[in-house]
């Protein structure tokens, strides 16, 4: 504008001279000086109008810019205004719920939308609530605090947007306030896995008796990504906590679901529920002898094996791993191993339909291995398998567990006389681990199985590895129609050999035996004391007839009397041969084979 008006004046002067010069000429008419005035002014008049015109509209504009600019405010001051309201209208509510409704809001935010009749927006309210301590600041959860903390309060906050805020980018309109239920008792569940890592997604139940009310209410939350959920505002001193049973999930004793626990819980305090709970595991195991899966070329098989760990916190605190299993219905699904015939490489511990990839707790530490029906068959530093194996949530862990080896002799004889080795094939062997008798039965298990078969082949067992510990074997031999048993403990990778002697006589034969020895020992006594008996009530009817002395009769008593002493030292020198035999002909204990009509 500045440069339009010094251009204007330019022309003015350059006019005002041109007048000047042409003083010095004669002067025009007058009629035509009129006209050529008017026509300089033409141009002039023009530029000014166009120059008014368009001052005039930026004026206009600018004008209403200032009005639109605030209109805008206006409307934005208005929205603002409204949020507040509706941000104060929801922290009203909220103080008006139930504490079982603000513990839902601290894992599930509250999202409805409003439209006002004025304006017509929508606006869109965010409930929230997260547990503070007594002075307001936050508590956080931490499924690894185990301290009681005092404050039971509930800080619940209103966030309110509309869409002319959320496209702008500009933070939501927020009401804050801090809640103290009646009786302020919270209980915190820490759900961990293997003592230090939280679980998420873990629902916890807490069901009480309000003060002065009869009836019973709930409380219910989730675990959070820190492995906690804070059941709030708890109006009682006392509550049952139910952990919601998560399909694969299993507690450190391998059950599917955790006990509901009775808690006393006090006013204003928040209490910690400490909860293990994790996806189960299962271990593979993969057995070897002396560290290989192949021994003279024969392959390395097996039939059930041990898991075990005093972590499990309930006794006997071990399961069994099988070839096969058979399980219960419903419930917790308990499993019973079911031993084979040592015709697998393989074997794992359970799994069932609830728990689908195994019910071992993946602690942080190693589960001890080793093959097996009870902790008796962990004898000897071979027999478990080297660092166990670390169960992982979800996972299958391959182990390679230690195999002993039983050697299986026949002879044709007896111990005191052996015979020729025999090579019998076909022969029903079954062994036992007679020791876990006493045991109890595995966790989780309905029921153990002890005995194993198999058979034997060219004088020797089908699969001669099997595990450490004490176990008892026992054969039945079609040919003598008699069945050997024998104790043995493997103490070693190395392990033991059983002799079998097949012309053992069995017990029963044994007692037969005896039996007729003592009966004929007996009759011989018999008939020598009926004897002397009748000899010597003769002698004395003859003395009555005078037909010996009494003298005669003496020395006749006398001679029988001495002849009975050497009858009977005769008997005894018997009797003990006898036994002498006998015992020298019994198995030595826990060494060799007792032949018996059935194991």
Known sequence: MHTFFATLQAQRRRRGRTATAAEGRPRAPKRVQLREAAGAQEGFLLVEVIVSALLVALIVVATFNGFDVANRLSADQRHHDQAAVLAAQSEEQLRT??????????????????????????????????????SGSSTGCNANETAAQTGANIEVTSSVTWPQLVSAKRPAVKQASVISPPTGSDV????????????????????????????????????????CVVLSGIQATAASIEIVKRANFVTPAGLLEW?????TIAPNITTHYPVQYDEGGRILAEFTYKGATTFESKEVKGDTFVVSSALMGVKPEYEVGSTAFKYELGNEEHYTALPGTYTNKTAATAVGAKYATGDLFPFATSWAVYAGDCKKNNVGSEAAASGGGLVLPGK???????????????????????GTLETPTGYPVQITDSECEAELAPNN?????????????????????????????????????????????????????????????????????????????????????????????????????????????????????TARIKAEETEATTKTTRETKEAAELPKPKEDSIASTEC
């Open 97 to 134: 719920d139930s504490a079982s409704a603000l513990v839902a809001l601290e894992t599930t935010r509250h999202v409805y939308t409003r439209e006002l009749p004025v304006g017509g927006t929508k606006y869109t309210i965010t409930q929230e609530a997260h547990p503070v301590a007594a």
């Open 396 to 418: 299958t862990t391959t182990v390679k567990v230690p195999m002993s080896y039983v050697a299986l002799k026949f002879y044709k004889g007896t111990q005191l006389a052996k």
């Open 445 to 561: 298990s309905t029921e153990a199985k002890l005995e194993h078969d198999q058979v034997t082949l060219e004088g020797k067992l089908t699969n001669p590895f099997q595990p450490f510990g004490p176990a008892t074997l026992c054969v039945y031999s079609s040919t003598t129609k008699h069945s050997y048993s024998i104790n043995y403990t493997n103490s070693t990778a190395t392990g033991s050999t059983v002799n079998v002697f097949l012309g053992e006589p069995s017990e029963s034969e044994r007692a037969t035996a005896r039996a007729k020895s003592e009966g004929e020992e007996a009759t011989t006594k018999t008939t020598r004391t009926t004897k002397e008996a009748s000899e010597v009530t003769k002698w004395k009817e003859e003395e009555t007839s005078h037909k010996i002395t009494n003298t005669q009769r003496k020395e006749k008593e006398a001679t029988q009397k």
């Open 188 to 227: 915190e569940v820490d759900v961990t896995n293997k003592g230090t890592t939280g679980v998420s997604g873990v629902t916890a139940i807490a069901k009480y008796q309000p003060v002065f009310s009869g009836a019973y209410t709930t409380a219910e939350g989730t675990t959070g990504s820190t492995g």
């Open 259 to 263: 006990p509901v626990k009775e808690l």
